[in-house]
């Protein structure tokens, strides 16, 4: 596991890897706490846990990340812009989790933001190098810890996800989060993009032209000059993204 903790750190074109495999379940990939950090065209493979978000501001671009079960999670204030995210086929009986974020306080900035980019199944093995048919459950996030904040916008979200979107947290005393969490989406495309059957939970939000604002990356990092001093290709607010092909 790699462990990133100093302040403006700035990958390029770097790979992280976690290859212990699904069986051995919780296995990182990359640990990132420093501040103001910036990921641009990078790929993060593993299974379970394989990108730890874990505090700070996080800003990637570009870049492709893979797993099956809570692989983005963490409490880091986190935009994904134009990426990637590779849904792998999991263990037997197990379900798929794009994300699991872990906002524990109602006015925590925290939160995952992701902007533009693709969610799709790992390649099958087909001889006409299509994707196999997703055999297993997979969602776009559940509540790791009660005031959980994940908003997707502008992403083209493929047929593997369930139409519930969302799942509860399964913990000791039973299912919690769904009531404090905050979920949203706006203006995605793809077959698994259709939110009238998602589940009816309180935090499952509505945001519109106006409310979704809030979710750019310069109010949501409170600045981004620290992005745009780096020329790293940035889109402040909404725009046509170059979707990413597996």
């Not at 990637?60 to 692989?71: A, E, K, L, N, V």
């Not at 994940?150 to 000791?172: A, C, K, N, S």
């Not at 769904?178 to 059957?197: H, L, Q, R, V």
């Amino acid at each position: 596991m790699a462990a990133i903790q100093g302040d403006y750190f700035i990958a390029i074109n770097m790979g992280f890897e976690n290859s212990a495999g699904a069986h051995k379940h919780q296995a990182v990939a990359v640990r990132v706490q420093a501040d103001k950090s910036i990921f641009y065209k990078c790929s993060f493979d593993g299974y379970q846990d394989t990108l730890y978000a874990h505090t700070m501001r996080q800003f990637y671009r570009d870049c492709t990340i893979s797993g099956t079960i809570d692989f983005i999670f963490g409490d880091a204030v986190t935009v994904f812009q134009n990426c990637t995210f590779v849904v792998r086929k999991p263990m037997q009986n197990q379900q798929c989790i794009v994300t699991a974020q872990g906002r524990k306080e109602k006015h925590q900035p925290s939160g995952i933001v992701i902007h533009g980019g693709s969610i799709v199944a790992e390649p099958g093995e087909s001889k006409d190098h299509k994707n196999v048919k997703f055999d297993s459950k997979a969602y776009l996030a559940r509540p790791w810890k009660n005031y959980s904040r994940t908003v997707f916008l502008q992403t083209y979200i493929g047929d593997l996800i369930e139409p519930e979107g969302y799942m509860p947290w399964q913990g000791p005393e039973g299912n919690t989060g769904m009531d404090t969490c905050y979920y949203a989406e706006f203006n995605n495309i793809g077959p698994g993009s259709n939110a009238t059957k998602r589940v009816k939970w309180h935090g499952v939000k509505h945001l519109t032209e106006k409310s979704v604002g809030a979710f750019f990356p310069s109010k949501f990092f409170h600045g981004d000059d620290w992005i745009r001093f780096t020329k790293v290709p940035y889109s402040p607010g909404l725009t046509n993204f170059t979707k990413h092909k597996i």
